[in-house]
């Protein structure tokens, strides 16, 4: 679902959806310049997110991965943040010899807890994000996501250490492809319905920053992997290689 345009690649518009977000267009024009800037009325919101029922908008997850784990992921999905993920983690590099049993003590002694107990808000989600506009225009915001294995909840206690210096040589930048069935409990920012008006509009970098609560994404909602050399990537000149 979505729309092929200067905002970036969101898909095949279908029908229904597209003659209901081309009407909500009606007098926006010129109201901004990116889709946080619209402003729609309730009405205009709630039409939309009645098309938008039964659609999957494609999306993306940016990591650094070990060969095991994205086997894991093409087995059972992307699992939401918890400690016992990267726990795991942490044990798989161990056990096939990319980390020492005392550096992946210290990983998980230094990580940033995912119980709760803090009010940590990545736990029990998966971020990803809607269009390619971050990956052209702005990658320093999902570099260190790429560059540094085992995601923020590992790599920032060790920015400015010898282990932060490890976590960068392990695994491979990658950026999986997922299609993702609009959702209420799912957090959209800029909201999902000011994307797809902000994509009729023609607006240059509509994109989203998404937030999947409480549940996995399977592996059938997978659409593909993308790491360096391939077409997806060379798209993009910008990202680490």
């Known amino acids: 679902m979505g729309a092929r345009g200067a905002g970036g690649d969101w ?3 279908r029908a229904d959806l597209g003659r209901v977000v081309r009407c909500g267009v009606e007098g926006e024009e010129g109201s901004g310049w990116t889709s946080s800037d619209l402003w729609l009325t309730e009405d205009g ?3 939309i997110l009645v098309a938008l029922d ?3 908008i494609r999306v993306f997850h940016a990591s650094r991965l070990l060969p095991f784990e994205l086997g894991e992921i093409r087995r059972e999905g992307l699992k939401p943040a918890s400690q016992e993920l990267f726990a795991g983690k942490v044990a798989g590099a161990v056990a ?4 020492s049993p005392a550096e ?3 990983l998980l002694r230094s990580a940033e807890p995912l119980d709760g107990s803090d009010g940590a808000a990545r736990v029990a989600q998966v971020c990803v994000s809607a269009g390619t506009a971050v990956y052209r225009d702005a990658p320093h915001a999902v570099r260190p996501l790429l560059q540094s294995w085992g995601g923020e909840v590992l790599y920032f206690a060790h920015e400015q250490d ?3 210096k490890r976590l960068h040589e392990l695994g491979t930048p990658t950026i999986i492809e997922v299609s993702l069935p609009v959702r209420a409990q799912d957090l959209w920012f800029p909201d999902v319905e000011q994307c797809l008006v902000g ?3 023609g607006f240059s970098d509509v994109g989203s920053d998404v937030f999947i609560r409480g549940s996995a994404v399977p592996p059938e909602d997978i659409l593909a992997v993308h790491q360096p050399g391939g077409e997806w990537w060379r798209q993009f000149s ?3 290689t």
Not at 96 to 99: C, F, I, P
Request: glycine share 24%; net charge positive.
């Open 162 to 164: 010898g282990l932060g």
């Open 238 to 240: 910008k990202l680490p």
């Open 11 to 13: 898909g095949a518009w």
């Open 54 to 56: 039964g659609v999957s």
């Open 104 to 106: 992946g003590t210290e």
């Open 96 to 99: 096939h010899g990319l980390l």
């Open 199 to 201: 994509t009729v509009l």
């Open 45 to 47: 919101r709630a039409t």
